[in-house]
C-alpha cells in the first residue's frame, strides 16, 4: 500500500478506552473487552448503534470471541471481523479499521483487542518440522543471544540494558492502566532471577490479561456528529510487512528498519521528528535495536540514548511511556490498541502525570510471531 488511501480520505482516532493490563484473573474476558469499549464510546461522544463494524483483535480466545462479546452491547447488525496476528493482533485490527474508513466503505469503526490468558500453542510447533534444538524457536533465547552479542559488539555493561527497564516500570508507575506500577532500580532489575543470559525477569513483560479500544471515524462524522474535532488525531500512515532474509542485520531489526522508513515515509515524517514511540519490548534489548532501526537515535547509540535520558518523558522522544510491553503489560490481543492510546492522549495533551510536553507526532510500530510488523503514523490536531 502506498498511503494513498489514508491522504486521500482523512481517518481520525476519536474515541479511546482501556481495561487495565493485570495478572490473570477469573474475570471473563467479555467484561475486560466491554469495559474498554464503553469507556471508548464515552470519550467519544458516539452511541453503539452508530458504530458500523469492529474488527477484534485476539490472539488466544478462540473461535467468535469478538460477536460473543459485542452482542451484550446490543444486536445491531453490524459486521465484525477477527484478527488473529499474534503480538501484532490490535494493531492489525486498528489498521484494518483505518482502512475501511479511508476506503469509504464505513464512516465509524471500531477496533478492540482483548486476551486473557491462553494455552499458548503457536503454529511454529505444530509446522510438522523437528526443530534444531529444543529453544530454536523460543524468543527469550533468540533475543538473550542477540543481547549478549549487541553488548560484546558496543563493550556495554549489564547496567546499559537494566536503564531500559528502569525507565519503562517508571513510566508504567505513572499509568494507571499498567499491570506493573512500581518504579524500579537499577539494583533491582539486575539482582531480578535471570531467565535467560543476561536478561532478568524485570527485563522481560509480563503476560495477562485487559482490553484496548479505539474507534476511527471519518471527517464527515466529525462534521455531520458535531463531534469534538480538536480532540481527534489524525492517523497519517499505516504499514504492514513480514519479515525476510537480511545480510547485515538481524532479520527483525532489519524487519523494523523497513517497516518503520515506509510508514514514516507515508506520512511525510523525518524519524527525528517523533515526540512520542511506542514500540514491542518485550525484552529490554529490543527497545535499544528498534529505537536505532527506527531512527530515532543513530546506529549503535540506543544505549547511550537512553542513557543521556534523551527517551524519557520530556527527553528527545519518549519512547514508551506507557510503560511499554516491560511495565505496562503485554496481554497480545490488545497490545497494539493500547499502544494506539497511549499515543492518542499523548498528542491531545492528557497524559495526566506522564505527559511528554507539546507532542505532535507518534508512531506505534508493533511486531508479531511470524515474524510481522505493523506500523502507525500518528499526528495531533
Known amino acids: 500500500m502506498n498511503g494513498s488511501l489514508l491522504k486521500e480520505r482523512a481517518v481520525y482516532v476519536i474515541g479511546i ?5 493485570q495478572f490473570p484473573s477469573t474475570t471473563p474476558y467479555v467484561n475486560l473487552g466491554l469495559t474498554a469499549v464503553r469507556e471508548a464510546l464515552q470519550d ?3 452511541l453503539w448503534s452508530q458504530v458500523q463494524s469492529a474488527f477484534v483483535g485476539t490472539a488466544a480466545l478462540g473461535m467468535a470471541a469478538g460477536r460473543v462479546m459485542l452482542r451484550h452491547l446490543g444486536s445491531t447488525g453490524l459486521e465484525v471481523a477477527q484478527v488473529e496476528n499474534a503480538s501484532a493482533s490490535g494493531s492489525t485490527a486498528f ?6 474508513v479511508a476506503s469509504g466503505e464505513r464512516d465509524v469503526v471500531l477496533a478492540v483487542g482483548v486476551d486473557k490468558f491462553g494455552d499458548g500453542r503457536r503454529a511454529i510447533l505444530k509446522d510438522g518440522l523437528t526443530p534444531l534444538s529444543p529453544t530454536a524457536n523460543v ?3 533468540k533475543f538473550a543471544l542477540q543481547a549478549r552479542r549487541y553488548m560484546r559488539e558496543r563493550n556495554l555493561k549489564h547496567e546499559d540494558l537494566a536503564a531500559v527497564a528502569v525507565k519503562n516500570h517508571g513510566n508504567a508507575s505513572l499509568n494507571p492502566y499498567a499491570q506493573f506500577r512500581k518504579p524500579r532500580t537499577i539494583e533491582q532489575v539486575l539482582n531480578s532471577p535471570k ?8 527485563q522481560c513483560c509480563p503476560r495477562g490479561e485487559g482490553a484496548a479500544a479505539v474507534l476511527v471515524v471519518s471527517d464527515d462524522v466529525i462534521r455531520r456528529l458535531g463531534l469534538d474535532r480538536s480532540r481527534a488525531v489524525r492517523v497519517l500512515a499505516s504499514v504492514a510487512s513480514s519479515e525476510e532474509l537480511a545480510q547485515d542485520a538481524p532479520p527483525l531489526v532489519e524487519l ?12 511525510a515524517v523525518a524519524p527525528t521528528e517523533l515526540d512520542i514511540v511506542e514500540l514491542h519490548d518485550a525484552f ?3 527497545e535499544i535495536l528498534y529505537s536505532e532501526a527506527i531512527g530515532v537515535c543513530k546506529p549503535g547509540e540506543g544505549a547511550e540514548f537512553v542513557a543521556r535520558g534523551a527517551s524519557k518523558i520530556g527527553g528527545n522522544c519518549a519512547v514508551n511511556p506507557s510503560g511499554g510491553l516491560i511495565g505496562m503489560g503485554h496481554p497480545l490481543g490488545p497490545t497494539g490498541v493500547g499502544q494506539v492510546a497511549e499515543i492518542t492522549r499523548q498528542l491531545r495533551g492528557e497524559a495526566k502525570g506522564r505527559q511528554h510536553n507539546g507532542a505532535r507526532l507518534g508512531m506505534a510500530h508493533m511486531i508479531g510471531l511470524g515474524s510481522v510488523a505493523i506500523a502507525h503514523v500518528l499526528a495531533r490536531p
Open 17 to 21: 478506552g482501556m481495561h487495565p493490563y
Open 44 to 46: 467519544a461522544g458516539l
Open 95 to 100: 489498521r484494518l479499521a483505518c482502512l475501511q
Open 139 to 141: 524468543p527469550l533465547v
Open 195 to 202: 531467565i535467560a543470559g543476561d536478561l532478568t525477569t524485570m
Open 256 to 267: 523494523v528498519r523497513k517497516s518503520s522508513a515506509e510508514a514514516l515515509a507515508q506520512a
Open 284 to 286: 529490554t534489548i529490543e
